[in-house]
């Protein structure tokens, strides 16, 4: 089993930037895609990004592309998600995910996870 845990939210304004990081400990997450999901209260949690095992494919959400950009560091254990060009829509809380192995690419739906961190929130202030 991973375990997951987000750190890096916070209180910005409009056209800042954030990075978000993601540690993962019980068990290496090499083999596996990770990705960010969001929610916000009232709404399911939505697909933000998600990155290939050796980090070598990614993909985002159409209304992230340019902005927000997923990484990770297999040997530490860590995913981040560079969040630039903030807008007060991106208010949410950012989860980090641990994906089952599989064939299907992107992997962008909420099944296809395996192991969630408890969530950082961002909060953009207009």
């Known amino acids: 089993q991973v375990q997951l845990v987000e750190s890096g939210g916070g209180l910005v304004q409009a056209g800042d930037s954030l990075t978000l990081s993601c540690v993962a400990s019980g068990r290496a997450i090499i083999m596996y895609p990770m990705a960010w999901f969001r929610q916000v209260p009232g709404k399911s949690r939505a697909f933000v990004a998600t990155?290939?095992?050796?980090?070598?494919?990614?993909y985002s959400v159409d209304s992230v592309k340019g902005r927000f950009t997923i990484s990770r560091d297999n040997p530490k254990n860590l995913v981040y998600l560079k969040l630039d060009g903030l807008k007060p829509e991106d208010t949410a809380v950012y989860y980090c995910?641990?994906?089952?192995?599989?064939?299907?690419?992107?992997?962008?739906?909420?099944?296809?996870?395996?192991?969630w961190g408890q969530g950082t929130q961002v909060t953009v202030s207009s």
């Open positions: 995910a641990c994906g089952f192995l599989g064939k299907v690419w992107p992997p962008t739906d909420v099944s296809q996870y395996m192991s």
């Open positions: 990155v290939s095992w050796a980090g070598g494919y990614t």
